[in-house]
C-alpha cells in the first residue's frame, strides 16, 4: 500500500478520493482476513499488509476491541462476529429485499440450476443472492464470492448496461493495454441483452437488472456445468433467466431496457 498521504484515487464513479492511510490499512488487514479463510499470526498480518509486527499488532488488537476480529488459538485471529451482523444489516437495507430472493429461488426451481444475483463494486461483481442447485455437481460460486467485473458473465451484463463513462473508466482500470478489444466483448453483450461465459467446466448466463434510476443496479444469472448447458440449451435458458431480470426489474420500480435488447 502506498504510503503518500498525497495519493489520490479515482472511484467508478469519477470522484477523486485522498484515502486516510490508517483506515485504509485496517480495511486491507480485515480484506486479508477475510480472503485467507483461515487463523492468521501477527507475522503472516505485518507481510500481508505490508507493515511492522507492531503496527499490525495495533491494528488487530483495536479491531478486536471492536468485535471486527477474534483471537484464536496460538495467539492468531480470524474475522469476528460484528462482520456477520453487518453483513447482514447491509442485505437487509439493500434495495433488493425479500421480493429479489424470491425471484432467485424460482430461477433456480424453473431451470434446475443454481442462480444467482451479483452487484458490482469497484472493479469486482460480489454474488449477494445465491440459491444452489438442487443436483449434485457442485458449483464455485458463493453468497460473498467476488470475482473482477470483465471475468464472468454476471460482470459483464452489468458492465454493458452501466452509464458509458462508468463502463470506460472500468474498462480502462481491468484492461489498460487491451481496453478497446474489452470494450468491443462488451459492446456484443450490450447488443445482445445478456451475456454468457464458459469459464472451465461452468458456463453463467446473466442479463442485467435496473432500477427506478434507469442504472443498471445488479445482474441475475443461472450457473451450471458444461455438461447441462451446451449450446442449444443456453439458447433456450436465455429468455428464461431474461424473464428473471425482467421481474427483478419491475419489483424494483425499473424499466425492462435488457428485454428489449434480445427479446425478438
Known amino acids: 500500500m502506498a504510503e503518500d498521504d498525497d495519493v489520490v484515487v479515482v472511484t ?11 483506515v485504509a490499512r485496517a480495511v486491507e488487514l480485515l480484506d486479508q482476513l477475510g480472503a ?18 507492531t503496527a499490525a499488532y495495533n491494528l488487530v ?25 453487518w453483513g447482514e444489516v447491509v442485505r437487509l437495507s439493500s434495495t433488493f429485499g425479500e421480493a429479489t430472493r424470491a425471484r432467485v429461488v424460482s430461477l433456480a426451481e ?26 449434485s455437481v457442485p ?14 458473465a454476471p460482470g459483464q451484463a452489468l458492465l454493458a448496461f452501466s452509464p458509458m463513462s462508468r463502463r470506460w473508466r472500468i474498462i480502462e482500470r481491468l484492461d489498460p493495454g487491451g481496453a478497446e478489444g474489452l470494450a468491443e466483448l462488451i459492446g456484443r453483450v450490450r447488443a445482445d441483452g445478456f451475456a454468457a461465459v464458459a469459464d472451465g467446466a461452468e458456463v453463467a448466463i ?8 434507469g442504472d443498471a443496479v445488479a445482474s441475475v444469472a443461472i450457473v451450471g456445468p458444461r455438461s447441462r448447458l451446451p449450446d442449444d440449451r443456453i439458447t433456450e435458458l436465455v429468455g428464461v433467466v431474461g424473464e428473471a431480470g425482467a421481474s427483478i426489474t419491475q419489483a424494483l420500480g425499473g424499466a425492462d431496457r435488457g428485454r428489449i435488447a434480445f427479446g425478438a
Open 61 to 85: 488488537t483495536t479491531l478486536e476491541l471492536r468485535g471486527l476480529v477474534r483471537k484464536v488459538a496460538d495467539h492468531r485471529y480470524v474475522l469476528g462476529w460484528k462482520m456477520l451482523e
Open 206 to 213: 446473466a442479463v442485467p437488472v435496473f432500477d427506478y434510476t
Open 36 to 53: 485467507h479463510g483461515e487463523p492468521m499470526g501477527l507475522t503472516e498480518l505485518a507481510s500481508a499488509v505490508g507493515c511492522s509486527k
Open 139 to 152: 458449483i464455485s460460486t458463493f453468497r460473498g464470492a467476488r470475482q473482477l467485473a470483465n471475468a464472468g
Open 12 to 22: 467508478s464513479d469519477g470522484r477523486r478520493i485522498r484515502p486516510v492511510k490508517s
Open 110 to 135: 424453473s431451470t434446475g440450476e443454481t442462480a444467482m444475483l451479483a452487484v458490482l463494486d469497484r472493479d469486482t461483481v460480489m454474488c449477494v443472492e445465491f440459491v444452489e442447485s438442487r443436483r
